[in-house]
């Protein structure tokens, strides 16, 4: 049996709204001496453990230097599997200290989204570029404070969206800014997993920390629906829903919604935490193409309506994403995801949530 978080009804369209186009860009302080930059990671979870960290190992343009972590037993683990020395470690306390070391130019916060504000805001003021996981944050204030800072600061950021570093998914990015196969009529697009055994005070539970399956998964079909269109969305609308009530006590399982866009073009989304799902559809009016699975670690590919096939890449997709991210820091120019479109996000995911407490009434932007 269903429970509608909010309730019933659904979608329509139109409005006004923005997407904030990157702007002006700051002056970045470029690290002189090194062939590669120095990174730290900020909170030894998952994330960090079994994908950034090897990712590291494979990147030409960075490398692991730091750990920033609030457990005291991981240390030794990664000090020696890494070769971390001392003076490259640090907890959520003194993080600030970073400032003084050279060894270290960019933070790079995988903490929960909760944190990813406080995190990425130290790592600004204490002087070195930032790099943010996804889902940006919890809030937009919290996702202009980051921006803020790094503006202050004169640092660069980007968010951990891995997906736009992706071959197959920056192919159907350019269809869609060259209308290869004429106008988009509509995109589908979804992304979701059946979460078992996740113990009850996992942050994934908790809404302040940013859990619940919008935040955490609904940002990659809006994020694929933003990239593909190429549009600004300018109104939405959703249901949020809980089908394990002893699970999901305080967040959303499934989310159900439409974003629609500028030119009339709406993006059917869904995201899950009950349910494995992974694509990303777009029709046109002279053909199609899509991506399934769309925002896996691997895998990544489909086919066009022309024909074509798009084979996975076999790449690392998160090395390759920091390789990109730490050229672009040292070539001085803009990342390929900056904090604005992180920050987009997050005012689509609020603005979903509006919708489904109102029963799903068209949010305008
Ligand atoms: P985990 O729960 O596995 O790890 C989070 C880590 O954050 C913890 O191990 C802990 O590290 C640190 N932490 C600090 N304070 C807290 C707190 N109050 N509660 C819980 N953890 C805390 O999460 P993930 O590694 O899976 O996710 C981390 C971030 O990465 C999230 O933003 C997530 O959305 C993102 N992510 C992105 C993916 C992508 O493909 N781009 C994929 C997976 C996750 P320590 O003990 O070292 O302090």
Redesign the pocket.
Same mark, same amino acid.
Do not use: A, C, F
């Given at each position: 049996m269903k429970k509608h978080i909010s309730r019933k009804n659904f979608i329509k369209k139109t409005g006004a709204a923005m997407m904030l186009a990157a702007t002006g860009f700051p002056n970045i302080i470029i690290p002189k001496r090194k062939e590669k930059l120095g990174v730290a990671l &900020?909170? *030894?979870?998952?994330? =960090? $453990?079994n994908?950034l960290a090897p990712g590291l190992e494979m990147t030409e343009h960075c490398e692991l230097r730091g750990? &920033? $972590?609030? $457990?005291p037993s991981?240390i030794p683990v990664w000090q020696e599997r890494y070769g971390i020395p001392d003076r490259n470690v640090y907890? %959520?306390e003194n993080m600030h200290e970073v400032a003084n070391n050279d060894d270290i130019d960019i933070i790079y =916060? &995988? $903490?929960?989204?909760? *944190?990813?504000a406080r995190d990425s805001i130290a790592g600004a003021e204490a002087g070195k570029h930032v790099w943010c996981?996804?889902?940006m944050a919890v809030t937009l204030e919290e996702c202009q404070a980051i921006i803020d800072a790094a503006r202050k600061n004169r640092v660069q950021l980007t968010i951990?969206? @891995?997906m736009q570093h992706e071959p197959n998914t920056q192919t159907i990015i350019k269809y869609g800014r060259e209308e290869a196969f004429g106008p988009i009529t509509e995109v589908r697009t979804a992304a979701g997993y059946r979460a078992q055994g996740l113990p009850a005070d #996992?942050? @994934?539970f908790s809404l302040e920390?940013?859990g619940g399956a919008l %935040? #955490?998964m609904g940002v990659y079909p809006i994020n694929a629906a933003r990239y593909s269109t190429g549009k600004k969305a300018v109104a939405v609308s959703g249901i949020q829903s809980v089908e394990r009530e002893e699970m999901f006590r305080k967040v959303d399982e499934t989310t159900v919604f439409d974003i629609e866009f500028d030119d009339g073009t709406v993006a059917k989304c869904k995201t899950s935490m009950g349910e494995n799902v992974n694509y990303l559809e777009v029709d046109c009016e002279e053909g199609w193409y899509y991506l399934r699975p769309a925002?896996s %670690?691997s895998g990544v590919g489909g086919e066009v309506s022309d024909g074509t096939v798009l084979e996975p890449d076999p790449g690392h997709?998160?090395a390759r994403q920091m390789d990109n991210d730490a050229l672009a820091i040292k070539e001085n120019r803009p990342p390929i995801v900056p904090g604005e479109d992180g920050m987009e996000d997050i005012r689509i995911v609020k603005a979903v949530m509006e919708s489904s407490q109102r029963d799903g009434a068209r949010v305008v932007l």
């Open positions: &900020v909170g *030894l979870g998952n994330y =960090s $453990t994908w750990i &920033v $972590t609030g $457990t991981k907890n %959520y =916060s &995988v $903490t929960p989204p909760g *944190l990813h996981e996804k889902p951990g969206y @891995r #996992d942050w @994934r920390m940013g %935040y #955490d925002s %670690y997709q998160q």
